[in-house]
């Protein structure tokens, strides 16, 4: 990391996620995040703290919502440090007093940096790897093992031991065997969620018969004494004895189809696997796009071979003939560039809209039924979806920047702002308590 972005980064210092102190309140507290966020409200947190989000440029704006609504958003938003440690209801506990970190426990670091979600795999493989690649694809290329989808957890876990008449069972002590554990984690069943069209894949339970089929610890902080090979049940509070299993309310039991994630290293090492065959990976893609270009851009890879294998055949006889050497190298400069040419024709054709007069209509404010907040929610929707705005941020964090940077609405006026953010949000992003269109 450069030390210009050394000193951005250093801007973090006075802040702190809000996942973070959620996730501190539960360990210290034997409590559910949900029971966190109850506890915080009821102690009236947003008069008192405010949520941030960080910007692009490092800076640090208000997030529009309560604590209870921030959701997902909790490992990207923050509060101030100093608001924390003023903050008697969490303080109480134990935690934050001293105003410092020594209460993130490694197993409590978030370890996303080295992980990547669905979107961000679709948009490497199709930078990185001459194919057309959808959530479909990834779903194949996990079944093929090329790739493993896993989710990150951070709680307690209980080991699954062989029962007497086969199969894992809970551990059936009065007080079974747990420990605090960090990592991201696979499960059969969630290669089939990746191009699913639900919100959440739900985990069985620890009866017998219907066990945890979690089964690969991917990584982990800290030493522990439950291995690889372990069955694994995951409780986000400490669990109580099994036979009062019916009792207890914190079990982990769904995955958020956003919470799936991949290993860099891993989809590197595919990626690398694939470069000697990238050519026919995008010959294949373009041949559905354009069928005309694809001739000749056969025609311009052919070339490229040969002379490569002219280039091969010359370095082996470069004392004598130095002067073909650099007469071959000029060629396939010219090659490629003519490829390159070719493939920017072919992704501006791609990109290109077939008509815009029905939109240049939409935007023109001087038509008298001009509709303003439906300009808006268009021009939004194209900024971070069709330019690339959004990058890795929150559609919700995206979306407040843009409006407050492009339309004359006040800080304060929810509504308009809440219902031009809506309209563009992607259907892939739609929470769980907003309606969807019933299919007729």
């Not at 980064?9 to 360990?27: C, F, T």
């Not at 970190?101 to 490694?106: A, Q, S």
């Not at 030493?223 to 409780?235: E, N, P, R, V």
């Amino acid at each position: 990391m450069s030390t210009l972005i050394e000193e951005l980064e250093a801007r973090k210092n006075d802040y702190i996620l809000v996942a973070d102190v959620i996730g501190a309140m539960a360990n210290a507290t034997n409590s559910a995040p949900d029971e966190v966020v109850k506890y915080l409200d009821a102690h009236d947190i947003d008069v008192h703290l405010t949520v941030f989000y960080m910007g692009e440029n490092y800076s640090f704006y208000q997030y529009n919502g309560f604590l209870v609504n921030v959701g997902n958003d909790a490992n990207t938003t923050y509060f101030r440090k100093s608001d924390v440690v003023a903050f008697e209801p969490i303080t109480k506990h134990g935690i934050f007093k001293d105003g410092g970190n020594d209460h993130l426990k490694p197993y409590q670091k978030n370890l996303d940096d080295d992980y990547l979600t669905l979107d961000e795999v679709v948009t490497t493989l199709n930078r990185e790897v001459d194919m057309f690649c959808d959530y479909n694809k990834i779903r194949d290329l996990a079944r093929k093992k090329k790739i493993t989808p896993c989710f990150y957890f951070n709680g307690y876990v209980c080991k699954l031991i062989q029962g007497s008449l086969g199969g894992l069972t809970p551990d059936l002590m009065e007080n079974p065997y747990t420990e605090i554990m960090t990592g991201y984690f696979t499960y059969r069943l969630l290669v089939e969620q990746i191009s699913s069209q639900d919100d959440y894949i739900t985990l069985p339970s620890c009866e017998v018969g219907n066990e945890i089929l979690i089964y690969r610890l991917l990584e982990r902080q800290g030493s522990t004494k439950i291995s690889y090979g372990d069955g694994l049940a995951l409780f986000e509070g400490k669990p109580k004895p099994f036979d009062d299993y019916n009792n207890t309310r914190k079990k982990f039991s769904c995955i958020g189809f956003d919470e799936i994630r991949f290993s860099k290293q891993e989809l590197d090492d595919y990626i690398a696997s694939t470069q000697t065959t990238s050519d026919n990976h995008f010959i294949e893609h373009v041949k559905l796009v354009e069928g005309d270009k694809i001739k000749q851009l056969e025609s311009v890879k052919t070339e490229n071979d040969k002379l490569n294998a002219r280039l091969n055949k010359a370095s082996e006889i470069y004392r004598q003939n130095k002067s073909e050497i650099e007469e071959l190298k000029a060629q396939l400069g010219k090659a490629n560039a003519d490829r390159a040419k070719l493939k920017e024709q072919l992704s501006n054709k791609i990109d290109a809209p077939a008509d815009d007069t029905i939109l240049q209509t939409i935007l023109d404010d001087s038509r008298g039924d001009h509709a303003p907040d439906l300009k808006h929610a268009i021009q939004l929707w194209i900024d971070l979806y069709i330019h690339g705005g959004i990058k890795d941020d929150s559609h919700s964090s995206k979306a407040n920047i843009w409006i407050r940077s492009n339309t004359n609405y006040a800080e304060n006026a929810n509504s308009s702002i809440g219902r031009i953010r809506e309209i563009a949000t992607p259907l892939k992003d739609f929470g769980a308590k907003r309606s969807r269109e019933e299919e007729k």
